[in-house]
């Protein structure tokens, strides 16, 4: 496209957000009104296609805090937010963009970089969920840090004006200067927070197969390896099924690699796999750690993660979506959409990344995978010893690669327009998210009480 009629698509663009500013004022995005809901009611749909041994822990997790049950419900919040207010723009939304979901990783020059981390949930969605889902999940943290209310509103209110001003800064730049934007782990939190930021990224750089094969696998009699299980965390399956894997592995996985790294990959073999408990909102889904070795005995650890279908899709009730690039994402499966989703939204992404499509289970049902380095170089921060001044200044830093994200995809200069330059729609997401808080609170009680009550099973300290 030429340079003068790419400037007036992104002008249009903004003019077209400023003109949705009539319809939805940005105040409005500070309005939470919730229909009759039941939240334990979603969990316990969705507790009907995960592992039945599994669910337990997911609840026990669940039970920790307010915290750790709203990093478990994102279908909750999509049916919340599918009702609320939006200025008509979309985005590949990730879907589940809490604070605890952006970290530390490697990129394939083996530079430790800080992003977005977590794909399960992306979709087609508004860009208004992404920023709301982030916003109460730094106000929740706050509290749960014992913050004072008017910190957790600052905190807020950071992480919405520092998305406003780098979309903003983002649209001076040209597409292909968006695209290669990223952070790194030096300037993840700020000068202030060096100290911090050295310890997690010193920390996330032990991170590697080498490591991993000493903590997790023992020789074996025949003298090879094997991983050994730590019940209930990591445990071999008892459906044997390594001959499905290591085909799928070889006929499958490997076809939806870049050539160069498919070539490195085939150079390893497979040598055992087992089943391991992930995440808080994670457990449930099936996902295999993948062992394989190398032509000198070299270890490589992969991960394999079942996907389901977005709950942007499911509880968010996504429609009318248009057909483009950007927004058929799971027409070659959920394991492709999830991984599509993360090379769209992530400035650098694991050479590794790739999928399984129609992997049949021993119970006859047909799933989707998505398959990517387990653990390497990844590195997270200990938000539950934030100040408030370093929560202030990590949602600063998450608003900031929120924006990066939103930014790749065609049209996102709306939100721009949307915005505009004051900080209107800082203060709304702040009062929104204060109540979404409070929401998620009574939500959290209302667990406590399915399971004290017998309706849900729980197991703690797992």
């Known amino acids: 496209m030429p340079a003068v009629a790419q400037a007036n698509s992104v002008d249009q663009d903004r003019e077209a957000g400023k003109a949705a500013r009539r319809t939805v004022p940005r105040s409005a995005q500070g309005e939470l009104s919730l229909s009759e809901r039941d939240p334990v009611g979603i969990i316990e749909e969705q507790n009907a296609s995960r592992l039945p041994e599994?669910?337990?822990?997911?609840?026990?997790?669940?039970?920790?805090?307010?915290?750790?049950?709203?990093?478990?419900?994102?279908?909750?919040?999509?049916?919340d937010l599918a009702a609320g207010p939006v200025s008509g723009h979309r985005v590949v939304a990730c879907g589940d963009a809490h604070v605890a979901n952006?970290?530390?990783?490697?990129?394939?020059?083996?530079?430790?970089?800080?992003?977005?981390?977590?794909?399960?949930?992306?979709?087609?969605?508004?860009?208004?969920?992404?920023?709301?889902?982030?916003?109460?999940?730094?106000?929740?943290?706050?509290?749960?840090?014992?913050?004072?209310?008017?910190?957790?509103?600052?905190?807020?209110?950071e992480a919405a004006r520092s998305y406003r001003e780098t979309l903003d800064t983002l649209y001076q730049l040209?597409?292909?200067?968006?695209?290669?934007?990223?952070?790194?782990?030096?300037?993840?939190?700020?000068?202030k927070d060096s100290q911090i930021v050295g310890a997690v990224a010193a920390k996330a750089r032990q991170n590697t197969s080498e490591r991993l094969l000493v903590r997790l696998t023992a020789a074996t009699a025949e003298g090879g390896i094997r991983i050994v299980d730590q019940p209930p965390i990591i445990r071999h399956d008892e459906a044997?099924?390594?001959?499905?894997?290591?085909?799928?592995?070889?006929?499958?996985?490997?076809?939806?690699?870049?050539?160069?790294?498919?070539?490195?990959?085939?150079?390893?073999?497979?040598?055992?796999?087992?089943?391991?408990?992930?995440?808080?909102?994670?457990?449930?889904?099936?996902c295999w750690i993948l062992l394989l070795q190398g032509p000198s005995g070299e270890p490589l650890f992969l991960?394999?993660?079942?996907?389901?279908?977005?709950?942007?899709?499911?509880?968010?009730?996504?429609?009318?979506?248009?057909?483009?690039?950007v927004e058929t994402l799971s027409s070659r499966g959920q394991g492709y959409r999830v991984v599509g989703a993360q090379r769209i939204l992530q400035s650098q992404s694991d050479p590794?990344?790739?999928?399984?499509?129609?992997?049949?289970?021993?119970?006859?049902?047909?799933?989707?995978?998505?398959?990517?380095?387990?653990?390497?170089?990844k590195g997270s921060f200990n938000l539950a010893q934030f100040t408030p001044g370093q929560n202030a200044r990590y949602a600063r830093a998450c608003g900031r690669l929120l924006a990066r994200a939103h930014s790749q995809g065609p049209g996102s200069a709306h939100i721009c327009g949307y915005l505009g330059t004051s900080d209107a729609f800082d203060q709304a997401i702040s009062r929104w998210a204060r109540q979404y808080a409070d929401q998620a609170e009574r939500d959290h009680q209302a667990l406590a009480l399915a399971v004290r009550s017998g309706r849900l099973p729980a197991e703690s300290g797992v």
């Open 54 to 79: 599994l669910v337990p822990v997911r609840i026990g997790r669940m039970l920790q805090s307010p915290f750790a049950y709203y990093r478990g419900t994102a279908a909750v919040m999509a049916r």
């Open 102 to 157: 952006f970290g530390l990783y490697a990129s394939p020059e083996r530079q430790l970089v800080f992003d977005l981390n977590d794909f399960d949930e992306a979709f087609p969605a508004p860009w208004e969920w992404d920023v709301k889902r982030l916003a109460a999940s730094v106000w929740l943290n706050g509290r749960g840090n014992s913050h004072t209310e008017e910190q957790c509103r600052a905190a807020t209110a």
């Open 174 to 191: 040209t597409a292909t200067e968006r695209y290669y934007y990223q952070v790194d782990a030096d300037l993840a939190a700020g000068t």
């Open 240 to 286: 044997d099924q390594f001959k499905l894997i290591e085909q799928l592995y070889f006929q499958r996985y490997l076809d939806t690699l870049r050539v160069d790294t498919a070539v490195l990959v085939h150079q390893y073999r497979l040598v055992d796999y087992a089943l391991r408990i992930v995440g808080v909102g994670s457990e449930g889904p099936r």
């Open 303 to 325: 991960q394999a993660k079942e996907a389901g279908h977005s709950v942007l899709e499911t509880y968010g009730k996504i429609t009318g979506v248009r057909r483009s690039i």
């Open 352 to 377: 590794f990344l790739g999928w399984l499509a129609e992997v049949p289970g021993p119970d006859g049902v047909t799933r989707y995978f998505y398959i990517r380095q387990f653990r390497d170089m």
